[in-house]
């Protein structure tokens, strides 16, 4: 269960990290290069995978998904505080006229991220593998 895991987080991941792709996705008159179709790419397919990975492991053993649940774990208090955070920047920078677009990335990059391990962390696959690692110490 916990390597299914990683690979649907691993899926989750690289769609976030595409938007680092969009740095370089553009030329110096304003058009996409091939970096910008691979980027949507890569944002799509990382997306869908993981939203279909998840689906196809863990739907028969949690065939109904737990309400909106936030800091339900350690790891889940972390990625919902940055998402909380990371939210408020992201408003607050689109509000901005000028802003560095190294920093809209990076905004854009933590929210993605986190809303992907917001429901991945407060899920009940997640707690169900905290709850076999915890059982594995006490046997130890």
């Known amino acids: ?15 976030a990290a595409s938007v680092w792709l969009v740095l370089a996705a553009f030329d110096k008159e304003g058009n996409m290069n091939t970096l910008g179709y691979v980027a949507g790419a890569v944002f799509w397919l990382g997306l869908i995978g993981g939203i279909i990975g998840y689906i196809l ?3 028969k053993a949690y065939p109904k998904p737990n309400v909106w649940k936030f800091f339900s774990n350690k790891p889940a208090k972390a990625v919902d ?3 909380v ?3 408020a920047v992201t408003i607050y920078g689109a ?3 000028e802003t560095n677009e190294l920093i809209v990335l990076m905004e854009i990059f933590l929210l993605l991220l986190s809303i992907y391990f917001h429901f991945l962390l407060n899920g009940k ?16």
């Open 81 to 83: 505080g940055i998402l």
């Open 125 to 140: 696959v997640f707690t169900e593998i905290l709850q076999e690692d915890k059982k594995g110490r006490e046997k130890e």
């Open 95 to 97: 509000c901005r006229v």
């Open 57 to 59: 492991c863990f739907r």
């Open 85 to 87: 955070l990371s939210a």
């Open 1 to 15: 269960m916990k390597r299914k895991f990683l690979i649907i987080s691993a899926s989750f991941f690289m769609s």
